[in-house]
Structure formats: C-alpha cells, structure tokens
C-alpha cells in the first residue's frame, strides 16, 4: 500500500446560523488557506471531492455551486459523495492507491438549507416513504401549520385557536377530540412570508381559520402605510378586536357557501394605487380564485402575493 500524508488542513469558523454567505463564500476561505500552507495553487491538485447532502440543503445538485469554490477551470478530476467529508476523504484515498492520482483536495460543507430553517428540518421528507422523517416503530404524524396566539415560557403554556370544520381534515379531528393528556408535538416557528418596506399599500385577505395569523401579520405592518384586511366570519359575533392600523372589513357569511362572500368582496374592493403587497389564507377554492384575481385582474406582482389554502370545502 501507498503511503498516504495529510499535509494540509483548513476550517472555516463553525457558527449557528449562516445567512449573510452562500455555499461559495464559506468555502473559498478555507480551501485558499488549505493550498497556501503548503504553497500550491489548484493547478497542482490532481483530484478533488466533495462531500455534502442534497438532501439536507433542500436543493439538487447543491454540491455543483461549490465547484466555484475550488476552480474548475482548467478541467480536473472531480467528484462528490453524497455523505460527508470523512467518505469524500475515503474515496480519494481509494485513487491514491490504486495509483490515479498522486494529489488530492477533500472539502466538505454543511449548510442546512437556502429556506427557513426551523421549516425545513420539521418538514424533511424520508426519499423511501416521502414522509416526515421519524422514529422507527412509531406511527408518523400529521403536520399541519398553526400560528401561535399565545406564549408563556414561565406557566408553560401555549394558545392555539382552531376552527372545527366538521369532516374537514385530521386538524379539526383532532382538535374536537383532544383530551388532557393527549400528546402534541410542536416545532419551532416558521414562514416565508415577510412585510415588504416598499410597498406602497398592504391588502390582507382571510376568513376565521387564518384570524390567528392575520393578527400577526396586520400587527408587523408599518404605521403610516395604508392597509385594508377583507375578513370573512359566520357573523357579527365571530368578530375579534385585531391590532394594527389596518382598515378591516368584516365580511359576514351567513348562509352562504364558504368564501363567495370574501371572493365578491375583494372583487368590488377600491384598492389603494402603486405597488401593494397581499397576504391571504383560508378555504383553499376561495385563496385559489382570489390569488388569480390579484395576480390577472389587479396586477399585482406575483411575487408580492403570498396565499396559503388552510381548509377544504368544495
């Protein structure tokens, strides 16, 4: 067997979280080092291999950014594991020996995901099952995605509102059976939505299942930006006090199916002029129908319009 020497080694400072570099600029750092200990360039490396997680990055082919990283030009020989550094330096190793190689550069790198992380590592999927990854033996769970009204650390409480559908979905179910002693797991918060500074008018659009979060979203808006919220509620006495300056309209439903009377609201709405932002949740088939309006209709930009079907009724 080949004698095989380590003679450089680098590493980037760990942290927490990561969120001001991409997979590149935490890795050239550590790689320029690694060459300039030993005074080489990559035009003296005959080999390199990654080794990283697709998987975990929540992106395919996440390990072809970080080529940039160690230069791929001129062409080498490159490879990747999708596993971590110790298998990438096995794998090179293994060339050593086999006498295709006499150099090699190993690197790899962890970088959860370009999402919101609490969200992803609650949501990654097992490739096999596609679904929530789990313990073996236990039965999985049914995730669904609920806004927090109330916290408190010290009594170890936590106020969840949910709205009982009758025979719509496992959440209702649940929550109309749910016992004390019941078990439920919760996970650390999340959400893509964020308040855009420069939009010149904010319209928020929901029915009772998204009060919770529009509660929160119409308290992060700013002051002095105008806001309208179109609320549709079974009547008068579903209305809550909400926060914020926003201009809420309650939409009663009555009789009437589900969401029609929040579409034809919205529809007859004078919105503010310039660029607006919307946030809407609700009853899927409404959000659905309304996210086309505001996008076809309204001109609204596409990325401007966050909507999110919480329940089913038609």
Request: hydrophobic share 40%.
């Amino acid at each position: 067997m080949r004698d095989v020497a380590v003679i450089s080694f680098a590493q980037t400072e760990q942290k927490r979280r990561v969120e001001d570099l991409n997979e590149v600029e935490m890795l050239m750092p550590a790689t320029q080092q690694v060459l300039s200990q030993v005074d080489m360039t990559i035009d003296d490396i005959g080999f390199t291999c990654s080794g990283s997680t697709d998987y975990l990055a929540g992106v395919g082919f996440s390990f072809v950014m970080t080529l940039d990283g160690v230069g791929p030009w001129p062409p080498i020989q490159e490879s990747h594991v999708e596993m971590d550094g110790a298998f990438a330096l096995y794998e090179a190793w293994v060339k050593l020996q086999l006498g295709e190689i006499d150099t090699a550069l190993i690197y790899s790198y962890s970088k959860s995901s370009p999402g919101d992380l609490p969200m992803v590592l609650t949501r990654q999927l097992d490739p096999y099952t596609v679904a929530p990854l789990w313990p073996a033996g236990e039965p999985r769970p049914t995730i669904r995605t609920y806004t927090v009204r109330r916290f408190d650390a010290a009594a170890g409480e936590l106020d969840v509102d949910f709205v009982l559908h009758e025979g719509h979905g496992p959440a209702a179910a649940w929550a109309r059976d749910a016992r004390p002693g019941v078990w439920v797991g919760v996970s650390e918060p999340g959400g893509r939505y964020a308040v855009d500074p420069e939009a010149e008018f904010h319209l928020v659009i929901g029915d009772e299942s998204a009060l919770p979060a529009v509660a929160t979203v119409l308290d992060a808006l700013p002051g002095g930006v105008p806001a309208l919220a179109y609320l549709e509620v079974a009547d008068p006495a579903e209305e809550q006090a909400l926060p914020g300056e926003a201009k809420v309209s309650w939409v009663h439903r009555g009789s009437r199916p589900a969401g029609e009377p929040l579409t034809d609201a919205v529809r007859a709405a004078q919105l503010p002029g310039g660029r607006g932002q919307a946030w809407l949740a609700g009853e899927s088939a409404c959000v659905r129908d309304l996210r086309r309006h505001l996008l076809d209709d309204r001109k609204l930009d596409r990325r401007a319009v966050y909507a999110t079907g919480y329940w089913r009724a038609r």
